[in-house]
């Protein structure tokens, strides 16, 4: 049985940015007309092309970035002080870096569903909030942003459709029960207010 070869493209090369005294401010990895264009948030390239220079050439992918890697390191980057370049990383990184730091976040993404989430479950207890009060002045900030506001019919709306059907447990149930011991309700007929002193006329003390 014969087993088919790999062919590894050996079409990228590392380069760099001259000044005019000839020592470079800057080293990159690329392919094709990469040397010649300025990358997001990347050097740009000096305008005088003969300042523009193949360091080595016809390398896999995986030399170009290690290329690039040891050249920086030779010569130093200038926002570290450990030398003259303008690269702002290491190297290793460019297009191919962006590539393996997406697939990196996807696979975070999935470690963190359910209950691997470090927050998971932290309800109660377990909240950072937990036996946490606001304080006067936060109540008062609140409440002001709170008056005035009304849903819309079409709100309203959905949230009926919303709740249509839906089964209270007895436990949900229990604790409605309980936060409203002690509570007056007042009914028209029409609506219902939540208040201690009957709002009226026609108001009668009841539930909704």
Same mark, same amino acid.
């Given at each position: 049985?014969?087993?088919?070869?790999?062919?590894?493209?050996?079409?990228?090369?590392?380069?760099?940015?001259? *000044?005019?005294?000839?020592?470079?401010?800057?080293?990159?990895?690329?392919?094709?007309?990469?040397?010649?264009?300025?990358?997001?948030?990347?050097?740009?390239?000096?305008?005088?092309?003969?300042?523009?220079?193949?360091?080595?050439? !016809?390398?896999? $992918?995986?030399?170009?970035?290690?290329?690039?890697?040891?050249?920086?390191?030779?010569?130093?980057?200038?926002?570290?002080?450990?030398?003259?370049?303008? !690269?702002?990383?290491?190297?290793?990184?460019?297009?191919?870096?962006?590539?393996?730091?997406? $697939?990196?976040?996807?696979?975070?993404? $999935?470690?963190?569903?359910?209950?691997?989430?470090?927050?998971?479950?932290?309800?109660?207890?377990?909240?950072? *909030?937990?036996?946490?009060?606001?304080?006067?002045?936060?109540?008062?900030?609140?409440?002001?942003?709170?008056?005035?506001?009304?849903?819309?019919?079409?709100?309203?709306?959905?949230?009926?459709?919303?709740?249509?059907?839906?089964?209270?447990?007895?436990?949900?149930?229990?604790?409605?029960?309980?936060?409203?011991?002690?509570?007056?309700?007042?009914?028209?007929?029409?609506?219902?207010?939540?208040?201690?002193?009957?709002?009226?006329?026609?108001?009668?003390?009841?539930?909704?």
């Amino acid at each position: 049985m014969v087993v088919p070869s790999i062919r590894v493209e050996m079409i990228y090369y590392t380069y760099a940015y001259l *000044r005019e005294d000839r020592t470079p401010y800057y080293i990159g990895k690329g392919e094709k007309g990469r040397i010649y264009k300025k990358g997001k948030n990347e050097i740009k390239p000096p305008k005088d092309k003969s300042r523009i220079i193949f360091l080595k050439q !016809n390398l896999t $992918e995986e030399e170009a970035f290690k290329h690039e890697v040891y050249m920086i390191a030779v010569f130093g980057r200038k926002d570290l002080g450990t030398g003259i370049l303008h !690269n702002r990383t290491d190297g290793g990184d460019g297009a191919s870096g962006a590539v393996r730091n997406e $697939e990196f976040k996807k696979k975070l993404s $999935e470690a963190n569903k359910g209950n691997n989430n470090p927050n998971y479950g932290k309800m109660g207890k377990d909240s950072h *909030r937990y036996g946490k009060k606001h304080n006067q002045e936060t109540k008062d900030k609140i409440s002001k942003k709170k008056k005035g506001k009304t849903h819309s019919k079409e709100f309203k709306q959905k949230i009926s459709v919303a709740n249509k059907g839906k089964i209270l447990s007895e436990e949900t149930k229990r604790k409605i029960s309980e936060a409203h011991k002690g509570k007056k309700w007042w009914n028209d007929g029409k609506n219902s207010k939540l208040i201690k002193e009957c709002p009226g006329n026609g108001w009668i003390l009841g539930r909704i």
